[in-house]
């Protein structure tokens, strides 16, 4: 079984940043994908970005391109999500995940998920 906790949400105004981490803990799978998901309110779960264990293979949501980075810390079984640019259409919860696979960006494909941290931004 893996854990994954996400810590980081809040509220923040628009065009303001918030960082968010999720730690992973027990039993991980070597060379793992980290991925982050968001559903907002009366929305599906959107794939929001993804990278490889080792950081080569990063991908992006079309909404959140060069806004938001992501990144990840192997040491620490940790990955971050930097959200740059806030607006009021990226308020959601924020899910974190974890795969098997090398950096999948559709839901399925991925193992175990985290409870999720909201996210809001004030306009």
């Known amino acids: 079984q893996v854990q994954l906790v996400e810590s980081g949400g809040g509220l923040v105004q628009v065009g303001g940043s918030l960082r968010l981490s999720c730690a992973a803990s027990?039993?991980?799978?070597?060379?793992?994908?980290m991925g982050w998901f968001r559903q907002g309110p009366g929305k599906e779960r959107e794939f929001v970005a993804v990278?490889?264990?080792?950081?080569?293979?990063?991908s992006y949501g079309d909404s959140v391109k060069g806004r938001f980075t992501i990144s990840r810390d192997n040491a620490k079984n940790t990955v971050y999500l930097q959200m740059n640019s806030l607006k009021p259409e990226d308020t959601a919860v924020y899910y974190c995940?974890?795969?098997?696979?090398?950096?999948?960006?559709?839901?399925?494909?991925?193992?175990?998920w985290g409870q999720g941290t909201q996210v809001t931004v004030s306009s």
């Open positions: 027990g039993r991980t799978f070597t060379e793992y994908g």
């Open positions: 990278i490889s264990w080792s950081g080569g293979m990063i």
């Open positions: 995940a974890v795969s098997r696979s090398r950096a999948p960006t559709q839901a399925p494909m991925y193992d175990y």
